[in-house]
Structures are given as C-alpha cells and as structure tokens.
C-alpha cells in the first residue's frame, strides 16, 4: 500500500503563490500521480495529473497555465506549483496515487485513483 502524505497548504492573497508537497512511501516509476481539490459544499474535482504510460501531463481548465505538476524521484516527492492563486482555488488539496493504466489523466479525474494523503488546506483571500 502506497501512503502519502501533503503538505505546505497555508492562507495566501489572490495574486500570490504556494507550493504543496506530497511525500511518498514508495517511487512513482510505475504509479500515476495528481492532485485533486474539494471546496466547502462542491465535489471534488481533478487539478493536476502526471501519467507515464501515456507521457501525459494534464490540467483543468481551471488552473491550467498557473498550476504546475511535478515530482522529484530522488526524493519520491511530488508537488504542485501553484502561481497567481485566486479566491476560487481555496479549497483542501489532496495527493493521490495509482498504478499507471493506460487509459490518461481525464479517466484518473473522473474515477479517481487507488491511494490518497490526508489533506492540506490553501485559503486565498481576495
């Protein structure tokens, strides 16, 4: 079993920047890594994602051009870069991971993926 665990979330201005970190218990060679998001009262929602077995790096629309995906093997670390946040990002950030399937990212946010990190919450205020 893959345990993860999130951090660097925190209460940032609109405009401002964070950057959140997830450390694995295991390498990511063979594992498909994101992030996903839920806000007070909306489900959650797909953010970032990384797949090898279809060299795919895919975004929401929401974030793309500001949020950046990325992972450090050395460290079986992944991140998420987020730049020019806005009140709208506010929401509690998880990392998850799964066995990498050929099927891309978009099927990984919509059904999910096996191992999640507890947790960490970005607030932007405006």
């Known amino acids: 079993e893959v345990q993860l665990q999130a951090s660097g979330g925190g209460l940032v201005q609109a405009g401002g920047s964070l950057r959140l970190s997830c450390a694995s218990s295991?390498?990511?060679?063979?594992?498909?890594i994101g992030w996903f998001r839920q806000a007070p009262g909306k489900a959650r929602e797909g953010v970032a994602c990384f797949s090898r077995s279809v060299s795919s790096t895919y975004y929401a629309d929401s974030v793309k051009g500001r949020f950046t995906i990325s992972s450090d093997n050395a460290k079986n670390t992944m991140y998420l870069q987020m730049n020019n946040l806005k009140p709208d990002d506010t929401a509690v950030y998880f990392c998850?991971?799964?066995?990498?399937?050929?099927?891309?990212?978009?099927?990984?946010?919509?059904?999910?993926?096996?191992?999640w990190g507890k947790g960490t919450l970005v607030t932007v205020s405006s």
């Open positions: 295991v390498p990511f060679d063979h594992y498909a």
């Open positions: 998850a991971a799964t066995p990498d399937k050929v099927v891309g990212c978009s099927w990984y946010f919509a059904y999910g993926m096996d191992f």
